[in-house]
């Protein structure tokens, strides 16, 4: 997962991370190997819990997705987020998922607006290490009453 996160997006992590992920919310975090059992695809991702607030506003965070290039476009990225996004809501009861992502990342916004149905929550200025601000985006898990 991590190889493929180097060679997918310049925000990369240290490997206690990714370590701490896998382990804490296990059913979150997949990967798409190919028929050799290579890491293609991978989605991490986390369950945030707003302590100070009392209706325990439980929610998933999805840290980082990506697919190799030449695995794209086949639904590999909307499988793997409704994988987690299906985790979430079942095993944790979590009521929302969030994510950044760039402003200029077409491919990305249209995987999360268009295919997933998330909607853009706020703008947060500079928050890329270059300056690129990120839109902090979000999709109700709950089917309603
Ligand atoms: N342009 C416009 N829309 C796109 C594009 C694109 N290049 N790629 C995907 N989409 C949208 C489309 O709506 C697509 O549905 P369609 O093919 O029926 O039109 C939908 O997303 C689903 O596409 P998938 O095939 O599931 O997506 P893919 O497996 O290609 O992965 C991803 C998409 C993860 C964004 C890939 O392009 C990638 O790895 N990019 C580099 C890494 C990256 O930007 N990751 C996201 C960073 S933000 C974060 O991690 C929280």
Not at 75 to 83: D, H, P, R, V, Y
Not at 84 to 112: D, F, P
């Amino acid at each position: 997962m991590q190889q493929a996160n180097l060679v997918n997006l310049p925000e990369n992590y240290h490997i206690r991370l990714w370590i701490y992920h896998i382990v804490t919310w296990p059913q979150l975090s997949y990967v798409v190997e190919d028929s050799k059992g290579r890491i293609i695809g991978y989605v991490l991702a986390k369950i945030e819990e707003e302590s100070e607030d009392k209706t325990a506003d439980i929610h998933g965070h999805i840290n980082s997705i990506s697919v190799l290039r030449g695995y794209r476009r086949l639904g590999l990225a909307k499988k793997l987020m409704l994988l987690s996004q299906e985790a979430m809501a079942s095993v944790y009861k979590a009521q929302y998922v969030s994510l950044h992502v760039r402003e200029t990342n077409k491919a990305a916004i249209g995987l999360y607006r268009d295919t997933l149905g998330f909607e853009v929550a706020d703008v947060e200025k500079g928050y890329y290490a270059d300056g690129e601000d990120a839109y902090m985006m979000r999709l109700n898990l709950e089917s309603g009453p």
